[in-house]
Structures are given as C-alpha cells and as structure tokens.
C-alpha cells in the first residue's frame, strides 16, 4: 500500500466548514513577530512598545482538559505566544494531567475557589444552570458559524468543530494480514479482525486506563444502533419512554463486549490513552479507534509509519459518525466577567486564539475542523481527506455521543462515567449484557430523580 503525498486541503476544509454550517441548526505563556517593527523607530515600533508599556497589567486563570497530548501542547504554545505579545497579561494556567474525568476536574478546582476566569467548557449546561459561566459577549459570537445556543444563548467559543472518529490502522499489518479491501459492512469489518488475529498481532489497542477513552467504542456502537435512528432517545430515556434494556441498545452493547472479548488487546485496562499510538507503530497493536488529534501524535512517533484512517459502517453498509455541533469551546466565568479589565484581557485572548495565523497552528496540531466564519487553511494528510469527505458526503448520517447532546437531550452529568465504567466491569466479569442494561436503567433513573431535586 503505497503512502499518499502530502497535501493542502484549503477547498477541502472550506466545503466542509459550509456542510458544518448547514447543520448548525439542528479538549502561560510564544509569537514575537512584531519584534522587527518594535525595533525599528521608521514603523512607529518605539510608539507601539510605549504604547504596551503604558497598558495596565491584568492577570487571568486559564483550564482546559489535558487528556490529549497533542491538544494540551497546542493550547499551551498558544498561550505562550499570547503572553510574549502583550507582556501586559499574565495567564495562570490552572490545567493539569489528572486521572479524574474533566467535568469532576472542574468541579473539584471549583470547590476549592479556583475555579478558572476563562474555561474550556464541555458540560455547558450544567455550568450554565449553576450560575458558573456567562454568556459569551456578541462580538465574539460573530466570528463563528451558527454556534450551538443552550436555554437561547451562546455560551461557548467553539475551539473546533466535532469531527469523526474511526479506525486508524496500519498499513503494513493489513498487508501483512492479507486485508486488500477496507470493510463495506461491520461483518466485513470483524472477518479483517480474524485476519489480523491470525497473523499474530492485536488487532486493536484500546487505552481504558482512561475513562473518557472508554466512549469512542461505546458510542461508536450506540451512534450505529440509536443516535442515527433517534437523535432524542436521551430526552425519551428521561421521560422513561425507551429502555436501556431495548433491543437496539442490548444489541450495541453485546457488540462491544463480543469486540472487546475478542479483537481488543488483553492489557486494555492498564493501558493509558498517550501509549496507544507507540502500540501502533512499534507493532504491538494494528489498529486503534479514535479522533483525527490522534494523526500528529502517530506521525511525531515514527514519521516512517504508514497508516489509514476509515469510518465502520454498521451491518447494512450505513455510516454515521460524530460530526454534529455541541456546545462547547472557551466560556468566560461569571466571576471573571464582573472584573471589566480582567473581561477585555480574555477577550483578547479569545481573538488572538482564533486569528487565522493562530488558530491554523492550533487546528494543524491536531487536525481540526474550523469553526469560525474567517476562512482558515493548513498543511494536512491523506488522512483528514477520508475525515473531509465525510463531513461533506450527505449519505454519512452525523450525530453525537451520549454525553454531548443538551437541552431535554442532556443525560444527568456524572452518568457517562458511571456507564463506562459499568461497561468495563461487563467486559472483565464477562457478565450478561442484558442484566447490566437493567442496572443502567436504575442508575440512570435515580440520577434523574437526584438532579431534579
């Protein structure tokens, strides 16, 4: 399998930004490029240096998820030539690497009276309802494309657009195990799996040491068998309309536990999301299932690696993938925005991360979807053309995980972790699926009726 060049996906990325947009309504301290001009008296340096000599200091504390290598270094070299550009602003960077889920991350720092100024908000809504974040200024909204609204309201800046996962594979294990043509149904999909099972390799890493690694299966499997068909079946499971013991649910979650029986690397449990690309291109694994951030990290790895990026299609040959807007990106707090020189300096911030010349870097890192009206183009792979065509093949039915909707679609917050790691246990007890459908019910059930109180 011959390696693809290189290529530039500017037409590409724009098509895809305008099929984004259409759907709308349904993760301290570097840039020093005005150094020349600020030494140089003939281009009003010396004006513009006194100029942000005289400007008052204001400091800010910044949070964002660190889960992902390659997006933590994004955002933190992003800050880094922020600050070297107005030496006027200190940002605090409250992030770090933690082993709880980012939502309790917040809450616990929240707890403690750090809450950040300025957030990279997931669980909008539930931040929203607790009075934590304000909504974002309109001059900011107006740099995005039809970002999501909760309660009639834009809270986030949108950091990028949600964009597919799927498998990413290697090459020469395919080869190797005889596989000549990429899978046109899911049972296509499991005989490619025999095949690499056969030839002696695992035939997928999965990093569950990490809980939120946990949900690429799980709503891979749930966006197959009940997102694609019934975008509100969260509302309807609140309502206790469906059933986590339906038929369809049972069906996903007996296809994930026979996959991760069967195909997934037995150390999965103790293996961290930032190992899973040295699995694939040292050759312990040949395949790993997650997002395109994943494409950098495996190609800083070993730049000799060849790999594939494709979407699985289910039992009929249908694809659907994560692709539609959510409300999430940078939030300003509410405490943050009563300080009216505090609120100018993140609104800085907010501009300067999302000027083109910075916000290319940051999507290029890790090959992301822009999600502003600007047009934004970078240097990208082979592999973001299979992501690009999906996001703009109409056929391609795009949803999201459980955890992303909102509104009446919301799921109660500390679910999603209490579900995977439910679904962990089903694995490694080997336990009946349709009995651990009943205890989600319950679980979900009884969170509801605590939210509610």
């Known amino acids: 399998m011959a390696r693809k060049k290189w290529m530039t996906l500017s037409t590409l990325i724009l098509a895809a930004s305008m099929v984004l947009s259409a759907c709308g309504g349904g993760n301290s301290s570097g840039n020093s490029s005005n150094n020349s001009a600020a030494n140089n008296p003939s281009t009003g340096g010396n004006a513009a240096a006194s100029q942000t000599e005289d400007k008052k200091p204001v400091s800010f504390t910044i949070g964002y998820a660190t889960g992902d290598p390659a997006t933590k270094k994004a ?254 990106g940078w939030s300003i707090s509410t405490e943050a925005s009563q300080d009216a020189d505090k609120q100018e300096a993140i609104k800085e911030f907010i501009r300067f991360f999302f000027e083109p010349e910075n916000y290319s870097l940051y999507l290029a890192s890790i090959n992301a979807l822009p999600s502003t009206k600007e047009s934004v183009t970078y240097e990208s792979s082979e592999q973001m053309q299979v992501v690009l065509e999906l996001m703009a093949d109409p056929n391609v039915k795009k949803s999201l995980a459980i955890n992303n909707w909102w509104g009446e679609n919301q799921i109660p917050p500390q679910f999603r972790n209490w579900y995977y790691k439910l679904l962990q246990e089903l694995v490694v007890k080997d336990g009946d699926v349709l009995d651990y459908m009943r205890q989600a019910d319950t679980e979900y059930d009884n969170q509801v009726k605590v939210n509610a109180m």
């Open 75 to 328: 955002i933190a070299d992003t800050i880094q030539r922020f600050t070297e550009k107005n030496p006027h602003i200190t940002i605090k960077d409250y992030s770090e690497t933690s082993s709880a889920s980012y939502l309790d991350w917040l809450k616990t720092k929240d707890a403690v009276g750090e809450f950040p100024d300025l957030v990279e908000m997931r669980d909008t809504e539930v931040f929203a309802d607790a009075g934590k974040i304000v909504e974002l200024p309109s001059d900011l909204v107006e740099l995005f494309n039809d970002p999501p609204m909760v309660e009639g309201k834009v809270w986030n800046a949108p950091m990028q657009v949600n964009s597919p996962q799927g498998i990413i594979y290697s090459k020469k294990a395919y080869e190797e195990a005889g596989v000549t043509e990429l899978p046109k149904t899911y049972d296509e999909f499991i005989e490619i799996q025999e095949k690499l099972k056969a030839s002696g390799i695992s035939p997928i890493v999965v990093g569950g040491k990490d809980i939120f690694h946990m949900g690429f299966w799980v709503n891979k499997f749930l966006v197959d068998q009940v997102y694609a068909n019934d975008p509100d079946w969260n509302s309807k499971k609140t309502a206790q309309e469906v059933s986590f013991t339906d038929a369809n649910v049972v069906q996903a979650m007996t296809d994930y536990k026979e996959l991760f029986k069967n195909y997934v690397d037995k150390g999965w449990l103790s293996t961290g999301d930032n190992q899973t690309a040295s699995f694939l291109v040292t050759g312990k694994a040949a395949q790993l299932y997650s997002g395109t951030w994943m494409f950098t990290q495996i190609a800083e790895a070993d730049p000799n690696f060849e790999f594939g990026f494709y979407a699985i299609p289910d039992r009929e040959g249908n694809v659907s993938v994560i692709g539609l807007p959510s409300p999430a």
